[in-house]
């Protein structure tokens, strides 16, 4: 098992809330990323940095905003929440150099009322 | 998918048989890698095949690359119920990209 965790696992809210989602990882890895997923479908990059203070938008960025304060906390904020953004959200994180291997988290499923 | 394209979407097959998993990509590309997932659960890396690599073995697994036709293939062999899972190919260095999945469906 990867040292990447993400909480809530869970999460129902309604529209128009302001929502953070937490990602950590203990493998000291300088590489993060989110990712979000529609049940049975491809992932899509949302954020990802290259190491702390560092934030690079994906393909669907514009409604979420990430900072890298420290190396193992990436967090990714919704600032008003819409029932489009129900979805699973995957955190990731890889080494700077060598491998390209990603490492992910178990997911937060939110449902947007 | 913009992305890239796995083939078959979803594959259902016995205990012991085989399973191959085709992927296409788009862009020039340093590696591939495969990638499985339970239902509901975060992605595990699998293996990595580097654009110089044509052949890669890992245990079962089998994963062949062509860059000329941007096309890669994941073939589990004597596969098992354990198996079951979604396979995704992913590739880029920085923004990684990923195809959009095979549901592989072994059943006992």
């Known amino acids: 098992e990867a040292d990447i965790y993400q909480t809530p696992r869970y999460l129902v809210i309604g529209t128009g809330k302001k929502i953070t989602l937490e990602c950590s990882q203990t493998?000291?890895?300088?590489?993060m990323y989110w990712y979000q997923q529609d049940p049975g479908m491809e992932l899509h990059l949302i954020h990802y940095?290259?190491?702390?203070?560092?934030?690079e938008k994906g393909d669907l960025s514009s409604e979420s905003t990430v900072s890298r304060i420290r190396t193992e906390h990436f967090p990714l904020t919704l600032e008003s929440a819409r029932p489009s953004h129900t979805s699973q959200y995957l955190c990731?994180?890889?080494?700077?150099?060598?491998?390209?291997?990603?490492?992910f988290g178990p997911g937060t499923r939110l449902t947007v009322t | 998918s913009q992305q890239g394209e796995e083939d078959p979407q979803a594959l259902s097959i016995q205990e012991g048989e085989n399973a191959t998993m085709n992927c296409s990509y788009k862009?020039?590309?340093?590696?591939l890698q495969w990638y499985r997932q339970n239902s509901g659960r975060g992605l595990v890396h699998l293996i990595l095949?580097?654009?110089?690599?044509r052949e890669k073995h890992s245990g079962r697994l089998r994963v062949t690359l062509d860059t000329s036709k941007k096309s890669s293939s994941l073939l589990i062999t004597a596969s098992r119920a354990a198996d079951t899972a979604s396979y995704f190919c992913?590739?880029?260095?920085?923004?990684?990209?990923f195809g959009a999945g095979t549901r592989l469906t072994v059943k006992p």
């Open positions: 862009t020039s590309i340093n590696n």
């Open positions: 493998m000291g890895h300088d590489k």
């Open positions: 940095s290259y190491g702390v203070n560092s934030t």
């Open positions: 095949i580097r654009s110089n690599e």
């Open positions: 990731a994180s890889s080494r700077n150099r060598g491998s390209y291997e990603q490492y």
């Open positions: 992913a590739w880029g260095y920085n923004d990684m990209r």
